[in-house]
């Protein structure tokens, strides 16, 4: 709950290569690993009658410890953030590098993360 928006516009692209690159090595080919990649983009803004700066009548954002609050209205540049992975480890496990692309001039955020995601399918 980074940002929050009563109106907003998400957009994702995902790109599978299925190999396309790791194929091309001898050895990591019979691994059968595949690469992806992808951005993802949110954009919103918060109506006054849920801004509880402007309305004291709605519930207040979440604050750290020095009372900044962690939840934040976004300006007017939508969120970006791109990554790079591979999937079909063990034929169950995918690594995933995110990287921040707009909004890394805040101080207590991720600018980038590692994400490891089980993906079952029958």
């Known amino acids: 709950m980074e940002f929050v928006a009563d109106r907003f516009l998400k957009l994702s692209y995902d790109h599978r290569l299925q190999g396309f690159i790791l194929n091309r090595i001898p050895l990591v080919r019979q691994?059968?690993?595949?690469?992806?990649?992808?951005?993802?983009?949110?954009?919103?803004?918060?109506?006054?009658?849920?801004?509880?700066?402007?309305?004291?009548?709605?519930?207040?954002?979440?604050?750290?410890?020095?009372?900044?609050?962690?939840?934040?209205?976004?300006?007017?540049q939508p969120y970006w953030e791109g990554y790079v992975g591979l999937e079909n480890i063990f034929k169950i496990l995918s690594v995933r590098y995110y990287v921040r692309l707009t909004y890394d001039d805040v101080n207590d955020s991720f600018k980038d993360r590692l994400r490891f995601n089980l993906r079952f399918s029958f």
Do not use: C, H
């Open 31 to 76: 691994l059968k690993w595949r690469e992806t990649f992808g951005a993802r983009m949110f954009w919103g803004d918060l109506s006054d009658k849920n801004n509880p700066y402007i309305n004291g009548n709605v519930i207040r954002f979440e604050q750290n410890e020095e009372g900044t609050p962690v939840t934040r209205i976004m300006t007017n």
